[in-house]
RNA sequence: CGGGGCAUAGCGCAGUCCGGUGAGCGCACCUGCUUUGGGAGCAGGGGGUCGCAGGUUCAAAUCCUGCUGCCCCGACCA
């Protein structure tokens, strides 16, 4: 079962890529570190973007497009962002046959051409906030890529938004962390750590980065989704002022905020087996696959109307095909839909045609059960619900199966490379303890969470005074 | 950028050490027949500038020189 893809247990990263052309997402691309996204992988980014569109519009926010090229002294405003940003950045010198005055950078992220924009359309307090939304490619000149989770190229959406008060841009960022954590608990099925990112790992520019954290399979963490609280950064580098109410100037308060094709990683590595992709119900481009099998014509066409008739009344109601391939035994539909992660199977064939039943199979259990074709609808329905709230659960439990809380660090440094995991650890705040903590386990601090954990203890490294404990972990 | 590996049909590989037999194997693909409840069988068929450029030789996938590309492991990162 399963040819070609190489067991979970065996080569973790190897089994990831197998996952990834088994069901036909993604393939390599001729350029170094790109890869081209195939309308297996790109439907389920779509269904993502659906929601997460539908999500930013709900709570204020319009789609805009800016240049994907910014000029060079652009770059160079924000003395942090160019410093986290030029050294990735691809840089075009020359277009049309000549070199340019000014080079410019294929954008990394949009702070910069967006605030040159926002200082010619804020004036007044009247004109904010800027809610924005933008979805668009952009290029991170990687050292090493992998498919999905980091390559040269990528897809996101990125939000920008402009504030008259500092209270007004903390609630925005927190707001769209919250849409994150929602749509990667709610839509990817997938349990998420919500917090602030150190000092050393916030977002080059930003006053404070809150990120969601998410466990892999693998035991390590993925940064799932961040929201920047910019503060006044950008709106000074690019002199964003605007007049108040009392007739004052004051500089505009700024916000940022992406999710990327990088959740499409985050999926696979959730939920998927060694069978292949397992997508949850509510981001399955195809939801429920109907294989009739049949021994000759007269049967095959008997199998297929009634198909046809159980399936009339679906359209609107969730996404299904119904297999009719000829060329195709059954048993290799069976597979083929396994290894490309559709949530329900219903097979039917000559046996249950006669007892006016169809066999539906779970693809995240691999259950099997009788169903009368009678009920069919609403036990398909019932069922997709129930695998995306089993996924969920199976996620969560995963997680804390493997978080732990850690105060010996002799301990912690075997516990991070066997079975590794979620570590919640005190920390004394300083920078050299997280530098030191990251280059003696590569473990990094990945997040201070939300829901706090307020308890006296000392740092795991230093041994000074901690009131709370942080998230550490080996992240992607 | 450091370390390792690979480049021969769409994919995966053998052949290279030791130059010479008609460039082969599996999967995939095409045609036909039989099949169809967990990756079907038989028969026939198509598809190759052996990564690129030089060199040695009567003769190069194979030996020599140079180049290029990709993958994996590390440091950087969504």
């Known amino acids: 079962m399963a040819k070609g893809i190489t067991k979970r247990s065996e080569d973790y990263a190897k089994w990831y890529t197998d996952v990834i052309f088994a069901a036909q997402l993604a393939d390599y691309a001729p350029v170094r570190g790109c890869m081209v996204i195939r309308p297996n992988g790109y439907a389920i980014w779509e269904k993502m973007q659906q929601a997460l569109d539908r999500l930013f519009k709900e709570t204020g926010h319009m789609n805009a497009y800016f240049p994907l090229f910014i000029p060079e002294s652009f770059m160079k405003k924000e003395a942090e962002h160019v410093e986290g940003f030029a050294p990735e950045c691809a840089v075009v010198t020359h277009g049309g046959g000549k070199k340019l005055e000014e080079p410019l950078y294929v954008r990394p992220t949009s702070e910069t051409i967006i605030w040159s924009m926002y200082k010619n359309w804020i004036q007044s307090y009247r004109d904010l906030p800027i809610l924005i939304n933008q979805w668009a490619n952009v290029v991170r000149w990687e050292m090493r890529t992998r498919l999905f989770l980091r390559t040269t190229e990528f897809l996101w959406q990125e939000g920008h938004t402009a504030h008259a008060t500092a209270e007004e841009a903390e609630a925005e960022t927190r707001q769209m962390l919250d849409v994150y954590r929602h749509f990667a608990e709610t839509y990817m099925a997938m349990p998420v750590i919500a917090g602030v990112k150190t000092e050393k790992e916030k977002f080059a520019g930003a006053v404070r980065t809150y990120c969601i954290e998410a466990m892999m399979q693998d035991r390590r963490a993925l940064q799932a989704g961040t929201s920047h609280n910019l503060g006044q ?222 308890e006296e203890g000392r740092c795991l490294l230093c041994g000074n005074a901690s009131h709370e404990r942080v998230l550490a972990a080996k992240a992607y």
């Open 233 to 454: 950064n950008f709106a000074k580098a690019f002199d964003v002022t605007y007049q108040t109410e009392g007739g004052t100037r004051e500089y505009v308060w700024a916000t940022s905020w992406g999710v990327s094709t990088r959740l499409i990683g985050a999926l696979i590595m959730t939920h998927s087996d060694d069978q292949g992709l397992v997508v949850p119900p509510k981001l399955a481009p195809l939801q429920t696959v109907f294989v009739p099998i049949w021994h000759g014509d007269d049967e095959r066409a008997r199998s297929l109307e009634r198909a046809d008739a159980l399936t009339s009344d679906w359209k609107g109601k969730l996404s299904f095909k119904i297999d009719e391939r000829e060329n195709y035994r059954p048993g290799w539909k069976f597979n083929e839909w396994e290894k490309r992660g559709v949530p329900i199977r219903i097979e039917m064939g000559p046996k249950d045609l006669e007892k006016d039943v169809v066999v539906l199979v779970r693809r995240d259990t691999g259950e099997k059960r009788e169903v009368p074709q009678s009920q069919l609808l609403d036990v398909v329905l019932q069922t997709l619900d129930a695998i995306q709230q089993s996924l969920y659960d199976r996620a969560l439990k995963y997680r804390e199966e493997y978080t732990f809380y850690e105060d010996d660090y002799d301990s912690f440094k075997k516990k991070i490379d066997d079975p590794g995991g979620f570590f919640w650890i005190h920390w004394c705040g300083d920078r050299a303890c997280e530098d030191r903590l990251q280059d003696e386990t590569k473990a990094t601090i990945r997040a201070i969470p939300l829901d706090k954990i307020e």
